[in-house]
């Protein structure tokens, strides 16, 4: 928020417990929880974004799914997009956004080549990340996802925080569609979701077409997380 | 519209007198009139933007200057920004838009620098655009202007049709942060202030430190467009 010069009235702290309040007044037990922080509008006949008044919204709604739960089982098909992610120099991809038109256009590139989710690009090729969601390969039983040029989403950092504890090897750095296409297995992250295998990239079966073992594993072992104390807020409803 | 996977409900003709309309209701003699199209959202649950339902809107409000009269009469302060201007390969800057993360943070970049007003570059270091503008520089008595990686602004294209009919040579080229900051004259372009001068760039006065001659020339026949009946629409106030 700082870094897109927006400021949030509450504190980490209080937007948990805002949160918290919004899941338990809803009664939602299956709930998608979020918070927004818009820049507002400036006094009429200004442009200055300095004297716009920050909104801040936080909501709950019943769970939605990146890809539904049956996808999620055969896994989704993805296409490595030709529209290529904003770059790190124009809009800082580790500030969470909502500036998705290159993402946009990806989606419908996507579905054109009858995929159902897009992969975009850097300028160099290699894969970055999808609409709201991080991109993983395996290779050798090692796991990898780009270092750079993504925003560092929570489920991300949990695969890694997984792979550590399951001792499968994680490493960071560029993935080039090439490889992406080739891979043993790929799966993305995202909190709509979590740990979702990706058996189709560009319409080719990736491994043998089916979830690979590496993200079965990982992917139950998230969902295991879920009933951990040290990962989960707990809800008191009424 | 159609670059960006989005339908309005209305063609051409209609949208003006949507707009005539708006002025003609508003009594406003001076009115800024805008169409946005939004892409509205997607049923509860989806994610998918092709079930979106477009919205279309049309305002009149008093008229917002990009800069006030004041500081056009002096010329406006720009910094050449730090902050790439969204790539060609990521969102096409012909498809007009207001996807402007990279604009304002150059904005607010410009600001911290002593600024009024920012002007972005391309990945090779060209100035392109910047929040709601068009850029030129006057060299030798001719008019130069950025050729790709812009918004074809409509008074951009004045610009051009004036140009021709003064008989002052106009080319279109990339134009270099040097060559910007080294011009005899730079003005910049929108339909929120037509013509305006910019007498310093990056703390630097341009030329003598006065709107200079050309740009005179184009801005007092801009305005003298307005009463020409090819470049005018009437609207019929009560």
Redesign the interface.
């Known amino acids: 928020m700082v870094r897109?010069?927006l400021r949030s009235p509450y504190g980490r702290d209080e937007i948990r417990e805002i949160l918290v309040e919004c899941a338990r007044l809803s009664g939602l037990r299956d709930a998608y929880a979020e918070v927004i922080c818009t820049?507002g509008i400036p006094p009429?006949?200004s442009?200055?974004?300095?004297e716009c008044e920050n909104k801040f919204f936080a909501f709950v709604?019943?769970f939605?799914?990146?890809a539904s739960p049956e996808k999620q089982e055969r896994g989704l098909h993805a296409t490595i997009s030709g529209?290529?992610?904003?770059?790190q120099?124009?809009?800082d991809p580790t500030a969470k956004?909502y500036?998705w038109?290159?993402l946009?256009?990806g989606?419908?590139e996507a579905?054109e080549r009858g995929g159902e989710t897009a992969m975009l690009v850097d300028?160099e090729g290699n894969v970055v990340e999808g609409?709201?969601f991080n991109v993983f390969v395996v290779r050798k039983g090692g796991v990898f996802t780009p270092d750079s040029g993504v925003l560092e989403g929570i489920t991300r950092r949990t695969v890694m925080e997984l792979a550590s504890v399951l001792g499968i090897p994680l490493g960071w750095r560029a993935i080039p569609a090439s490889e992406m296409r080739r891979a043993e297995e790929v799966f993305v992250t995202s909190t709509?979701g979590g740990i979702m295998p990706v058996t189709k990239v560009d319409g080719k079966a990736v491994g043998g077409g089916k979830p690979g073992p590496v993200t079965a594993r990982l992917r139950e072992a998230y969902w295991e997380l879920h009933r951990d104390p040290r990962y989960a807020t707990p809800v008191r409803y009424d």
Chains 1, 2 share one sequence.
């Open positions: 897109l010069h820049r009429a006949g442009r200055d974004p300095r709604v019943p939605v799914w990146i529209v290529q992610r904003i770059a120099c124009s809009v956004n500036h038109l290159d946009t256009m989606l419908y579905y300028r609409p709201g709509a």
